[in-house]
């Protein structure tokens, strides 16, 4: 089977709005997260669902990949609405959101369902998404309610 992993680099809030879209409804569980403080670096693994593929054709099977997410540059992390020692819990995610702060620093949001979040200081715009290995047949396609 062929199939070819999406590697995304962001350095500008136009790249995180792309990353951001491509990880919507991603699963990842708590256990795969981690703050490297030493290293300056946020790592995160998801299950990836791949809108993409859904959108080149009606008869496309449903798929989802493992990524990586990684953030460099990391000033500080915070989290709110995680407990961080439930390792077996997921968080849907839902998207990701960026500001320009004032000491020219940037606090980035990644926003989970149930008003979960993580909020990454980081002196740059330094992300990148990272396919991992092959795709595997996801049973469902996330659905999403409209107002």
């Known amino acids: 089977m062929n199939f070819k992993n999406l590697k995304l680099i962001a350095n ?12 919507q409804d991603s699963i990842v569980y708590t256990s795969d997260i981690a703050n490297l403080k030493k290293n300056r670096i946020f790592l995160m693994q998801l299950n990836r669902f791949m ?16 990524t990586i997410l990684k953030f460099e540059n990391v000033i500080s992390v915070f989290s709110k609405g995680i407990n961080q020692k439930n390792k077996s ?5 839902l998207a990701i959101e960026n500001n320009l702060l004032a000491d020219n620093t940037y606090e980035i949001k990644i926003i989970f369902s149930g008003e979960a979040i993580i909020r990454i200081n980081a002196e ?3 992300v990148t998404l990272d396919d991992q290995g092959a795709p595997w047949e ?10």
Do not use: M
């Not at 809108?51 to 493992?66: A, H, L, P, Q, S």
């Open 89 to 93: 819990r997921f968080l849907d995610f």
């Open 124 to 126: 740059v715009i330094d």
């Open 138 to 147: 996801s049973k469902t396609k996330p659905k999403h309610k409209f107002l």
């Open 12 to 23: 500008s809030d136009e790249d995180l709005r792309v990353i951001s879209a491509h990880l």
């Open 51 to 66: 809108w993409e593929d859904v959108e080149k054709g009606v008869f496309r099977k449903n798929k989802r990949i493992r």
